[in-house]
């Protein structure tokens, strides 16, 4: 990586330079005071830099360099799934005819758009066990909260107001309990026992007739699987609540098993984990929504429908529906991207990812069961939880050693999440890793481990190779700067 | 030799692993779910195609879309076909972005931490406003999220917003007040104006805030200056602008009208039109409510050597540490996008802005006069930028049909979304369409619905 301090761009700017080229205007000019009152017109220019078009590659080119994604290595961050974003995916979303569509275009002439779109949809039927999907949310958390506007809205149709409730594990992702708030409920946590998996006393205890929902990811956010879901959700639907699936992990079950089967009503899909979105630095997403039947007419709207004749179209006229949840049809780009996914491993192939997937967690999880605390014994699905409290006796916390990694040229895992284990670190390798790269990384970590023990500032005062050391984010937080501004001479 | 080309697994490595494992085979790995909810033979998907043939579909599909390429477009009403220039798509092809997440790690992911920091500072700049995120899902759901954080700062729970508002945006609106059990009360527009006297009976010292968007859903400029002396006439409520951030280029920006947050959509900027998403929400506010900010924000400090470096900052508004208190649930965002619009931005500069918002309001007009000149109604009174309404004296889908035969792809159909605007149809003019192509257009509109 580049080591110089990285001027910003702002900094590189002179006056005169530019890096874009515009045809001369080929139409009479009419005065802009003739169209614009002078009060709407703007006075002073807007701060922005002016460079020529190789300053502005360079520049682009030196904080690349700064950065690190799965094309540069190992990134094992659990319960993001980053697996390698094919790159014949980036070459089909960029085709014209997929690119360059307005989404107001007459229908007719969008049919490859909406047929792509309807595919996708049957496919995500078929991998989740649900009947109908929406494609419309643009990222997980906004599917949670789709998926939890949905429940509602079936509540509320059944003339059923008093579910004000929507029950979380406490090793849900914080999003989970955040998405049933901004849907108007109230999050209540139920406990897990001590191999990691819903508490069911604790359930059937929470489980009431104020219940809307209960939202679990299985396997869970410890990598377990919740080997009792068909009784956690006879407990819920007993109490007359929804269960919602997050599809945070879906990578570890495609074809192994469905949350239709498992009893799941509804459930969101991260695209951009499972099916190689890509993460883009932290976005854009895709959240599909899937439901079962009875809560299929409350799904936003429009839904893309296959017509009598065989063509695509979208279905506006759902009375029932929950309304729009983001303008036009959702990340159609990163919907492209998933759908060529899904063709390229067919169903065979999603079923061998999920296969590998868990096989690869397996492998690296029994080569560092020794060099640290596994809090849960069984057998993990496609990522798993250890403890730093053996290294944290020894003056080294989980960030150390996380800072460490990045010496070695790794991505550190999910740390202190999920929050009832110990400086936790959360590890889920992906499929799409071979076996000496899981075996570096285990070295690597293990060695780690050592360095704790015999000589721990190494770790406690890490990351020593990267562009820039530790940064003090309680000056950031206190004093926030949060733009350039031009300093006045 | 493996069927799959992104796995890397052998059979020789399978065993060794399993032999580490201490299990038999894969199916032992899967010992934990049970039978019964085991899925049984293979998923029923379509079948696989190798990667020449995923091509091959694929363009076939995409041939079956007129793109704006292939014929010169009209259409706008939220989302445009403007100039990108090429270096967004070599910057944004880079893997160390594109395959990279949300930077938790700081040190080695200064590159996006530093991107967004400029993405924050050229939005700041743009808007006239103080601070602004990391981005959001886009326009719709940034303008949500406004109404949501004026309702927990102010505690009040009447939005009102104007019909001159992007109509799917006041849908998303709908839906996430219906969550938070907000009351929206919208108020109709006069002439493709927002209404001042209606505008003012609605506001009283219950409202969280009013939204209107500047330049409106119709192409129509202001009033924003009157609509901010209703606005702040009250105890409370906030103004929250929605705005095309390349009509700002040329405008008076929101902020200077003592806005209190601007959002919008930047794919005018650098994004292409990709059937709708994604596109990449902006989240401006003034400096008061700066804490408020739903989203990621990236603060600049120092490391332990002193050296200047980016962080992800003031996190303790955020989902993963607030959970069922957060202010927003919003979690991933739109980083590509918004770098992607960061290359654009800089590549413009601020010359490069005015003269592209110029060429857009220029055209536009030119257009618009050339219609009259025709003899065809154009209802736009009111000073706009690159959109303006025209009368069409019979339905739109109907022109629009004749239109795409004629190799157009025409404007918006306004009955879509308005009750009283039969045969209205919304027009954008941007810099991408020629003097030419304006001509032909005004000539094959004129030809359907006659002079």
Not at chain 1, 39 to 50: A, C
Not at chain 1, 475 to 488: D, G, I, S, T
Not at chain 2, 15 to 38: C, H, T, Y
Not at chain 2, 386 to 410: A, M, Q
Request: proline share 5%; net charge negative.
């Amino acid at each position: 990586m580049d080591n110089q301090n990285q001027a910003l761009i702002f900094e590189r700017s002179r006056e005169g330079r530019t890096a874009y080229s515009l045809p001369p205007l080929d139409v009479p000019e009419t005065p802009l005071s003739n169209m614009v009152d002078k009060v709407y017109l703007r006075q002073e220019e807007p701060n922005w830099p002016e460079v020529s078009e190789l300053e502005l590659v360079r520049h682009y080119m030196a904080l690349s360099r700064r950065n690190f994604g799965v094309d540069n290595g190992f990134y094992p961050l659990g319960s993001c799934t980053m697996k390698y974003n094919p790159k014949v995916n980036e070459v089909v979303a960029r085709l014209d005819g997929l690119t360059n569509i307005h989404p107001y275009q007459d229908e007719h002439s969008v049919q490859g758009a909406l047929e792509l779109l309807y595919r996708l949809q049957e496919n995500l039927q078929e991998i989740t066990g649900m009947d109908a999907v929406t494609l419309q949310p643009a990222a997980g958390a906004h599917g949670e909260w789709t998926g939890l506007m949905i429940i509602r809205a079936f509540h509320e149709a059944n003339g059923d107001v008093k579910r004000t409730k929507v029950i979380v594990p406490d090793t849900a992702h914080g999003t989970n309990p955040a998405s049933a708030a901004v849907a108007g409920f109230d999050a209540v946590t139920v406990k897990s026992d001590e191999n990691g998996l819903v508490d069911l006393d604790d359930l059937r205890r929470v489980a009431d007739e104020t219940t809307a929902a209960f939202m679990l990811t299985n396997p869970n956010t410890l990598g377990l699987f919740e080997t009792h879901i068909q009784e956690i959700a006879e407990i819920i639907h007993a109490a007359g609540g929804k269960v919602y699936y997050d599809g945070a992990n879906m990578n570890a079950i495609m074809g192994v098993t469905r949350p239709g089967d498992m009893g799941y009503d509804v459930v969101h899909l991260n695209l951009h984990k499972t099916f190689t979105g890509p993460h883009g630095g932290g976005g854009p997403g895709s959240g599909p929504v899937g439901v079962k039947a009875e809560l299929e007419p409350f799904l936003p709207k429009p839904l893309i429908v296959k017509k009598d004749d065989g063509s695509f179209g979208f279905d506006n006229d759902r009375p029932q529906s929950i309304g729009r949840v983001k303008a036009f049809y959702g990340n159609f780009g990163i919907n492209v991207r998933a759908y060529a996914y899904i063709r390229t491993m067919g169903g065979k192939g999603l079923f061998q990812v999920s296969k590998d997937a868990v096989l690869n967690a397996n492998y690296l999880l029994k080569r560092l069961s020794d060099a640290f605390e596994t809090p849960f014994k069984q057998l993990c699905k496609h990522e798993f939880v250890l403890s730093g409290s053996r290294q944290k006796k020894l003056g080294v916390r989980t960030l150390d050693m996380a800072k460490r990694l990045l010496d070695f040229g790794y991505y550190p895992p999910t740390i202190y999440f999920p929050l009832l284990v110990d400086e936790a670190l959360m590890i889920e390798p992906t499929e799409t890793e071979s076996k000496e790269t899981l075996d570096a990384f285990a070295d690597h970590l293990i060695a780690i481990t050592k360095e704790v023990e015999n000589s721990p500032e190494i770790v406690q005062e890490a990351p020593h190779k990267t562009v820039i050391g530790r940064l003090d984010e309680t000056q950031a937080a206190r004093h926030p700067v949060l733009r350039y501004v031009k300093e006045k001479h | 030799m493996s069927e799959f080309r992104y796995l890397p697994v052998t059979e020789e490595d399978r065993r060794e692993m399993l032999n580490v494992i201490g299990v038999q085979s894969d199916e032992d790995l899967f010992s934990d779910v049970p039978a019964k909810i085991r899925f049984k033979g293979d998923l029923k998907l379509e079948p696989k195609l190798s990667e020449p043939e995923l091509v091959r579909f694929l363009a076939g599909l995409a041939k079956k879309n007129v793109s704006t390429r292939d014929y010169p477009s009209f259409l706008g009403a939220g989302i445009y076909d403007h100039y990108i220039p090429s270096v967004v798509d070599s910057v944004i092809s880079r893997g160390e972005f594109y395959t990279a997440y949300t930077p938790y790690q700081a040190e080695v992911s200064q590159g996006e931490l530093q991107a967004i920091f400029e993405f924050q500072t050229l939005i700041c700049e743009l808007t006239g406003m103080e601070a602004a995120n990391s981005s959001m899902y886009d326009g719709s759901t940034s303008l949500a999220e406004a109404a949501l954080l004026s309702s927990s700062v102010t505690r009040n729970k009447k939005i009102v917003v104007s019909e001159t508002v992007h109509p799917e945006y006041r849908q998303v609106l709908a839906t996430y007040a219906h969550g938070r059990r907000l009351d929206v009360v919208t108020v109709p527009a006069k002439n493709g104006a927002v209404d001042l006297q209606t505008l003012e009976a609605a506001v009283d010292d219950g409202t969280a805030c009013v939204i209107v968007q500047y330049p409106n859903f119709f192409g129509q400029i202001g009033p924003l200056k009157e609509i901010e002396q209703i606005v702040h006439g009250t105890k409370k409520a906030q103004l929250i602008v929605a705005s095309n951030p390349l009509s700002l280029g040329l405008l008076t920006p929101p902020g200077s009208f003592n806005a209190d947050i601007v959002v919008g959509d930047c794919q005018p900027l650098g994004i292409s039109e990709s059937f709708g998403g994604p596109h990449c929400g902006y989240f401006a506010v003034s400096k008061k409510l700066i804490r408020k900010v739903p989203g990621r924000l990236v603060g600049e400090t120092v490391d332990d050597q002193g050296q200047r470096g980016y962080v992800l900052t003031l996190q303790a508004r955020e989902q993963h540490i607030r959970r069922e208190k957060a202010t927003s649930n919003i979690c991933s965002n739109q980083a590509l996008n918004a770098l992607a619009s960061s290359v654009a931005m800089n590549a413009f500069g601020k010359k490069g802005i005015r003269e592209l918002a110029e060429q857009n309001i220029q055209k536009a007009h030119y257009a618009a006069e050339q219609f009259k000149e025709y003899g065809i109604s154009v209802c736009s009174d009111q000073p706009y930028f690159n959109e303006f309404v025209v009368d069409c004296k019979r339905p739109v889908s109907e022109v629009n049909h004749l239109l795409l035969k004629e190799g157009i792809i025409g404007g918006y159909d306004l009955s879509k979304s308005f009750d009283q605007m039969n045969n209205k149809m919304l027009i954008a003019v941007t810099e991408m369409r020629s003097k030419n192509e304006i001509d032909q257009f005004v000539e094959a509109l004129g030809g359907i619905i006659g002079g």
